[in-house]
T-cell receptor, first 115, second 116 residues
């Protein structure tokens, strides 16, 4: 069965420090991968996505993620975080074997930035 | 460009009462999704529409939940009767085509439902 695992429910970091949010997926077929961000009391917003091609994907707000097929991972990174990055981050995967495929979201990682 | 609009933003009801949520997607988006997001969890798909047709409602609890998308534009999600376990945030999203094809889903702010 296909699944998405976000290993860390909460990640506290100091402002201007680097951060990595981990995401692993399970699938026997090709996948598309997404990271969404949810600020308090708002809907989800796309940060970046991997469809094909280069395994290093750059997104908005200085975030990037690397697709690693052998480790079935799609970890999100930022070299220097700001207070404004405080939010919940969701990894999501869709499976490209069918036109009727749907997105499955991970349980989320709450990123809290300390001044 | 206006984003996905949802109303109400918050709703508090007593159990066994009915409740309805409304969503207006981004203009031109033919695919519309309803998700439920429980506290501390990611969104879970309830139903997906392609235009006015519900093409995936396998996760919709049909004994108490219903949805419609008349004319293939805005949509309503209803719960009748509500149960305590229905307390959650209900998110609406839309996209130009199937998100499984790699297209971005655009989310509304959600409706936070509290059932007492």
């Amino acid at each position: 069965a296909q699944s998405v695992t976000q290993l860390d429910s909460q990640v506290p970091v100091f402002e201007e420090a680097p951060v990595e949010l981990r995401c692993n997926y399970s699938s026997s077929v090709s996948v598309y991968l997404f990271w969404y961000v949810q600020y308090p009391n708002q809907g989800l917003q796309l940060l970046l996505k991997y469809l094909s091609g280069s395994t290093l994907v750059k997104g908005i707000n200085g975030f990037e993620a690397e697709f690693n097929k052998s480790q079935t991972s799609f970890h999100l990174r930022k070299p220097s975080v700001h207070i404004s990055d405080t939010a919940e981050y969701f990894c999501a995967v869709s499976f490209s074997y069918s036109s009727a495929s749907k997105i499955i979201f991970g349980s989320g990682t709450r990123l809290s930035i300390r001044p | 460009e206006a984003g996905v609009v949802q109303s109400p933003r918050y709703k508090i009801i007593e159990k066994k009462q009915p409740v309805a949520f409304w969503c207006n997607p981004i203009s031109g988006h033919n695919t519309l999704y309803w998700y439920r997001q429980n506290l501390g969890q990611g969104p879970e798909l309830l139903i997906r529409y392609e235009n006015e047709e519900a093409v995936d409602d396998s996760q919709l609890p049909k004994d108490r939940f219903s949805a419609e998308r008349l004319k293939g534009v805005d949509s309503t999600l209803k719960i009748q009767p509500a149960e305590l376990g229905d307390s959650a945030v209900y998110l609406c999203a839309s996209s130009l085509a199937l998100a499984g094809a790699g297209n971005e889903q655009f989310f509304g702010p959600g409706t936070r439902l509290t059932v007492l």
